[in-house]
């Protein structure tokens, strides 16, 4: 089979919003097929494997979609999925997501000129730059006919998880709030007001209680989170992409320009309230222990897509304490 006629994907990185747009537009082309989804981690490669191979007689087409892709790391691993896919029938339609840039070595040699599937069929997708944040927002509020100034974007990007998902949810709440007065020039406090609106706690105020080592009311947070039905896995994404951030902090401490307001505001750390939060998980976090963090975030975001979820709660008790403590260890 020519790496034309697979048809496997790739789709990496951290921009939730863009993945999830390149899954849909596959989907879109096939708008009757089975999809079935599959967590590493969770799922065995073999069973992963199985289904592949066992083909559905009711189904003309099947779109097989394998999330944390990232964790399959091992060599037997590998060569079982990539020997699947190289042998993928015409039917099946085979989708590798990660948040990660890169993939185990034998899944990434599938996406070479020798590999058998087209090297377009990778696709990483970055965090948006600050312009094109800066940018996407400014169209999102100009096409419901708003206009938004430079100040009320920095809100937004500072209350917003750094991704066209969380932007695009967000945002499109925000609308049905907004005062359609003559002018419809959005101000800062609507957005504080209504972005903040029944959202005492977030994964933001979480954070803040954890980069200051307080554990108690870390938990507390959480506790208020799940009981608002945030989901756990939303809870997980919003740490990750705080602990993300922490780590810009980190560099600029290290470049010696974490005083430097422009180079604050390019990581999208624009207020004192958030300057104190990172500069408190600094005094608490390093670079190895971010990454540790960040390796808690993945293993417990598997842990609540398996049977144990019906145990959220204590897992994610578990977690809290688990993210505090690597702090505490510094």
Same mark, same amino acid.
């Given at each position: 089979?020519?790496?034309?006629?697979?048809?496997?994907?790739?789709?990496?990185?951290?921009?939730?919003?863009?993945?999830?747009?390149?899954?849909?537009?596959?989907r879109i082309k096939y708008p009757g097929a089975e999809t079935s989804i599959?967590?590493?981690g969770e799922t065995p490669v073999g069973a992963i494997a199985d289904s592949i191979q066992n083909h559905n007689l009711f189904a003309e087409t099947r779109i097989i979609i394998i999330k944390n892709a990232e964790h399959i790391k091992k060599k037997d691993e590998t060569e079982i999925l990539a020997s699947c896919i190289r042998n993928l029938e015409?039917? +099946?339609?085979? *989708?590798?997501?990660? /948040?990660?840039? &890169?993939?185990? $070595?034998?899944?990434?040699?599938?996406f070479t000129q020798d590999g058998g599937v087209s090297k377009a069929n990778r696709q990483v997708f970055y965090e948006m730059f600050e312009r094109e944040k800066n940018e996407w927002i400014r169209q999102f509020f100009n096409r419901e006919g708003f206009y938004i100034d430079n100040d009320c974007i920095a809100v937004i990007l500072e209350m917003v998880e750094n991704n066209t998902e969380?932007?695009?949810?967000?945002?499109?709440?925000?609308?049905?709030?907004?005062?359609?007065n003559e +002018?419809?020039? *959005?101000?800062?406090? /609507?957005?504080? &007001?209504?972005? $903040?609106?029944?959202?005492e706690e977030s994964a933001f105020t979480l954070f803040s209680r954890i980069a200051s080592g307080d554990l108690s009311k870390a938990l507390e947070s959480m506790m208020v989170m799940l009981a608002a039905k945030e989901s756990a896995q939303g809870i997980l994404a919003g740490l990750a992409w705080c602990f993300r951030k922490l780590n810009d902090y980190l560099n600029l401490l290290e470049t010696g320009d974490v005083n430097n307001n422009f180079e604050l505001k390019k990581i999208g750390l624009s207020s004192p309230k958030a300057r104190d939060d990172y500069s408190n998980a600094a005094r608490r976090y390093n670079t190895e222990s971010v990454e540790?963090?960040?390796?808690?975030?993945?293993?417990y975001d598997v842990l609540l897509r398996s049977?144990?979820?019906?145990?959220?709660?204590?897992l994610m008790d578990r977690y809290i304490l688990a993210l505090v403590n690597t702090g505490r260890n510094n």
């Open positions: 089979m020519t790496g034309a006629s697979i048809k496997a994907y790739a789709f990496l990185g951290p921009e939730l919003g863009k993945k999830q747009e390149a899954v849909d537009n596959i599959f967590y590493s015409p039917d +099946t339609i085979i *989708i590798l997501l990660s /948040d990660e840039i &890169k993939l185990a $070595s034998g899944l990434e040699d599938l969380a932007l695009k949810r967000e945002c499109s709440r925000l609308i049905y709030f907004l005062p359609r +002018t419809k020039k *959005i101000c800062k406090e /609507d957005i504080e &007001k209504w972005l $903040s609106h029944n959202r540790a963090c960040l390796a808690l975030t993945a293993e049977p144990v979820a019906a145990l959220e709660r204590l």
